[in-house]
């Protein structure tokens, strides 16, 4: 059964650091490219980041390029977002997922940026 847990999220004020986590099970993580998403509130869901399955290559929406990084450990079967210089808009529920096409499976963490 495929589970993606994320965690790591909170409250953190502007300009502050979060490093998100999602710990992979029940396929073959090593095999996927992999993908982090945020929905903020009142919108829809959009693509942050995305990491190839060698980590060889790395991609970001603009708005967060600079600030946030993307990594993984085949090892551990978990992907991160080191995410810095957090803004407000930032806000948002953040998902792992394997396709960019996929629903988000597990709960999500949240993010919340406010002085």
């Known amino acids: 059964q495929v589970q993606l847990v994320e965690s790591g999220g909170g409250l953190v004020q502007p300009g502050g650091s979060l490093r998100l986590s999602c710990a992979a099970s029940?396929?073959?993580?090593?095999?996927?490219?992999m993908y982090w998403v945020r929905q903020r509130p009142g919108k829809g869901r959009e693509w942050v980041s995305t990491i190839s399955a060698d980590s060889t290559s790395t991609s970001y929406e603009d708005s967060v390029k600079g600030r946030f990084t993307i990594s993984r450990d085949n090892a551990k079967k978990t992907v991160y977002l080191q995410m810095n210089s957090l803004k407000s808009e930032d806000t948002a529920m953040y998902y792992c997922?394997?396709?960019?096409?996929?629903?988000?499976r597990g709960q999500g963490t949240q993010v919340t940026v406010s002085a």
């Open positions: 029940g396929f073959a993580f090593s095999n996927y490219w």
């Open positions: 997922i394997r396709a960019i096409t996929e629903i988000p």
